[in-house]
């Protein structure tokens, strides 16, 4: 199993230093979704991350934020080590939000809750810094990020059709 994730790690990563100018762009659609070798729901390549817990339910991660975890943890905590993400030192993730403190269009809740693709839009077509969902001007204007849910600390309120949707091919 080690060794089978260490080749997959391999064979992603190295794409990846070639072409770094889009970092998904590398995965080439099959990197994430195993089109007849499917390991979950999304057919996604990567099984889903059963090892990293949350700090706030001290369960493991569900859905779609697993399926990241799956590659963006540190291999102790059951990802590949790509540019982990630590959830003891992260902005709160796999939580059905409070409403008190954020406000959270529907378009970014999966099964009630905030995980990564609320924030984030992983696929090829998003052309803004770091996958967000509004376009920071490569991470100079976050606030125009954060007032997508937290618009009474940013003073305004984000546009619907600022915020970057690919899953609907309707358009
Ligand atoms: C980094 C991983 C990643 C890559 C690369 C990726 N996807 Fe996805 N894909 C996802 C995730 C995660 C979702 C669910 C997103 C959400 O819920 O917002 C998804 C959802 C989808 C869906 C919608 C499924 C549904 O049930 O509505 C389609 C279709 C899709 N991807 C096609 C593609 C195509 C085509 C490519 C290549 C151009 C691609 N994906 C590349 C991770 C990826
Ligand atoms: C199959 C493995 C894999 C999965 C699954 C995956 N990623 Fe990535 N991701 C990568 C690689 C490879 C890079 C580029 C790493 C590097 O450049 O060192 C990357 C980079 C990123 C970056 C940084 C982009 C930048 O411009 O610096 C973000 C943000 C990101 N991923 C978010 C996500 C989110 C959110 C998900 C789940 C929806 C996800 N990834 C799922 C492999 C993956
Ligand atoms: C509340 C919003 C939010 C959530 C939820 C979120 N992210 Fe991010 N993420 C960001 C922002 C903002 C940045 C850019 C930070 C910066 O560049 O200062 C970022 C950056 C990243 C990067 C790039 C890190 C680097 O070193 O450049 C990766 C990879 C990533 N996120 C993956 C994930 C994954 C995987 C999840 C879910 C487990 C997730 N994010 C959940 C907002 C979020
Ligand atoms: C897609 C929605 C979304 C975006 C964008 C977002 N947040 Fe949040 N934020 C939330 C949710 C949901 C919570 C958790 C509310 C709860 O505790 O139930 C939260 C909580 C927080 C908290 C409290 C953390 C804690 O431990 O209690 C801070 C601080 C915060 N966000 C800052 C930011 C900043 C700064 C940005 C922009 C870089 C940002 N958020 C972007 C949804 C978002």
């Given at each position: 199993?080690?060794?089978?994730?260490?080749?997959?790690?391999?064979?992603?990563?190295?794409?990846?230093?070639?072409?770094?100018?889009?970092?998904?762009?590398?995965?080439?659609?099959?990197?994430?979704?195993?089109?007849?070798?499917?390991?979950?729901?999304?057919?996604?390549?990567?099984?889903?991350?059963?090892?990293s817990?949350n700090p706030?339910?001290?369960?493991?991660?569900?859905?779609?934020?697993?399926?990241?975890?799956?590659?963006?943890?540190?291999?102790?905590?059951?990802?590949?080590?790509?540019?982990?993400i630590s959830a003891a030192?992260s902005?709160?993730y796999?939580?059905?939000?409070?409403?008190?403190?954020?406000?959270?269009?529907?378009?970014?809740?999966?099964?009630?809750?905030?995980?990564?693709?609320?924030?984030?839009?992983?696929?090829?077509?998003?052309?803004?810094?770091?996958?967000?969902?509004?376009?920071?001007?490569?991470?100079?204007?976050?606030?125009?990020?954060?007032?997508?849910?937290?618009?009474?600390?940013?003073?305004?309120?984000?546009?619907?059709?600022?915020?970057?949707?690919?899953?609907?091919?309707?358009?």
């Open positions: 199993m080690r060794l089978v994730c260490l080749l997959v790690a391999i064979l992603i990563v190295i794409p990846a230093v070639s072409f770094a100018a889009g970092a998904h762009e590398s995965l080439n659609c099959t990197g994430c979704h195993g089109i007849h070798t499917a390991k979950g729901d999304l057919i996604f390549a990567i099984a889903p991350n059963q090892k817990l706030r339910t001290k369960k493991p991660y569900t859905g779609v934020t697993a399926l990241c975890l799956g590659c963006h943890e540190s291999a102790e905590k059951g990802g590949m080590g790509i540019m982990p030192m902005h709160p796999g939580i059905a939000p409070n409403p008190k403190v954020a406000s959270v269009p529907a378009v970014a809740l999966r099964d009630g809750k905030l995980g990564c693709v609320g924030c984030h839009d992983p696929h090829p077509s998003n052309p803004n810094y770091k996958y967000l969902r509004v376009d920071t001007k490569g991470g100079v204007q976050m606030q125009k990020f954060c007032s997508m849910c937290h618009p009474s600390k940013s003073g305004k309120k984000i546009l619907r059709k600022e915020i970057f949707n690919s899953m609907d091919e309707r358009k």
